[in-house]
């Protein structure tokens, strides 16, 4: 028998093959979508300002406050100031914890089916843990300390799976992360031919390709741009998208989740994106179009 990993003996993956979380999936995703609806609360809550995922960088807030609360409670339950502390702490991670869920939700609602459905799961663990974390805080500012840290171990224990779950949907399932990250090491940035240049249509998007990386080309005019076809969000085919002004700055929207790159710059206009899109220096050489790169755009 071969290795296994403790992801595959707890069957996470085969969460995302159970359609029947579908029946909840769906009715969530639309409140969600319906309550960040405005462009400025998506964007803040994907963190496209910040060119990286919001939800990620709260979690830490909040699983470190619950889980320094568990040291002290292990190490010096009640003892100088201790208890005050750890409560303090306990507080610290529920409050916390309500930016957290917002802004996972918010991601969560642009995944794909499959990952939905493993996403499902990791909330409604980390609501358990919070639900548990808010019973230990209540019990602990009545002066009941032992019941709190009694509550706050079984809190952290729930938690502890829920993180794992939610770390495996981002590394083993890619939510989240860039999805051309790779294409800087795969190329080789010296010219290549993509084509000529009166075979491209004016102010329509056109697919081509430098061995196995899938480049849209767009003409406007005279000139051309040139960035990675697949979407850093989860690799939506740009090429399929639309021309559109996002920000005073002229895009081309992803067909998928409806991000918004700066044509001339690969920049990120609008989430749920938040890598930019890598692009290419291009020329035009006796009527062929040459692009070199990768070139990291502006995020």
Not at 249 to 278: E, I, K, M, N
């Given at each position: 028998?071969?290795?296994r990993n403790l992801a595959?003996?707890?069957g996470?993956?085969?969460?995302g093959?159970?359609?029947?979380l579908d029946r909840?999936v769906?009715?969530v995703r639309?409140?969600?979508q319906?309550?960040a609806k405005p462009?400025a609360?998506k964007?803040?809550l ?6 990286h995922?919001?939800?990620p960088?709260l979690?830490?807030l909040?699983v470190?406050a619950?889980?320094g609360a ?19 702490l306990?507080?610290?991670?529920v409050?916390s914890?309500?930016p957290t869920?917002a802004a996972?939700?918010?991601?969560w609602a642009?995944l794909h089916?499959?990952q939905q ?5 990791h909330a ?8 548990l974390y ?10 009941r300390?032992q019941?709190?840290r009694?509550i706050a171990y ?6 502890g799976?829920g ?6 949907l981002?590394f083993?399932w890619a ?5 051309n990250?790779?294409?800087f090491h795969?190329?080789d940035g010296g010219w ?5 240049f ?8 056109s697919r081509r390709e430098?061995?196995?990386?899938a480049?849209v080309?767009?003409r ?10 697949r979407?850093s969000?989860l690799?939506g085919p ?7 002004t ?6 081309l929207?992803?067909p998928?989740h409806d ?6 710059d ?16 291009v020329?035009?050489?006796g009527g062929?179009?040459?692009v070199?790169?990768p070139l990291r755009?502006?995020?």
């Amino acid at each position: 028998m071969g290795w296994r990993n403790l992801a595959d003996d707890l069957g996470v993956d085969r969460l995302g093959e159970l359609t029947q979380l579908d029946r909840i999936v769906d009715p969530v995703r639309a409140v969600v979508q319906r309550a960040a609806k405005p462009p400025a609360v998506k964007d803040f809550l994907h963190g496209t300002w910040a060119g990286h995922p919001l939800h990620p960088a709260l979690a830490q807030l909040t699983v470190g406050a619950w889980v320094g609360a568990a040291v002290l409670d292990l190490l010096r339950p009640g003892r100088d100031g201790s208890a005050a502390a750890s409560t303090a702490l306990v507080a610290t991670g529920v409050a916390s914890a309500v930016p957290t869920a917002a802004a996972g939700l918010v991601d969560w609602a642009e995944l794909h089916e499959d990952q939905q459905r493993i996403g499902l799961v990791h909330a409604a663990i980390n609501v358990g843990a919070l639900t548990l974390y808010s019973a230990s805080l209540v019990a602990r500012l009545r002066g009941r300390h032992q019941v709190g840290r009694q509550i706050a171990y079984a809190g952290v224990a729930l938690g502890g799976v829920g993180a794992m779950i939610g770390g495996h949907l981002s590394f083993r399932w890619a939510a989240g992360v860039n999805h051309n990250e790779h294409v800087f090491h795969v190329l080789d940035g010296g010219w290549h031919d993509i084509g000529r240049f009166d075979e491209l249509d004016d102010g329509k998007p056109s697919r081509r390709e430098i061995g196995e990386v899938a480049l849209v080309a767009l003409r406007r005019r005279d000139r051309v741009d040139v960035l990675v076809d697949r979407c850093s969000h989860l690799s939506g085919p740009l090429h399929e998208g639309a021309l559109s002004t996002v920000n005073g700055v002229t895009c081309l929207v992803c067909p998928w989740h409806d991000s918004a790159f700066a044509v001339d710059d690969g920049s990120v206009q609008r989430g749920p994106a938040t890598a930019p899109q890598p692009r290419f220096e291009v020329r035009v050489l006796g009527g062929v179009v040459q692009v070199r790169g990768p070139l990291r755009a502006s995020s």
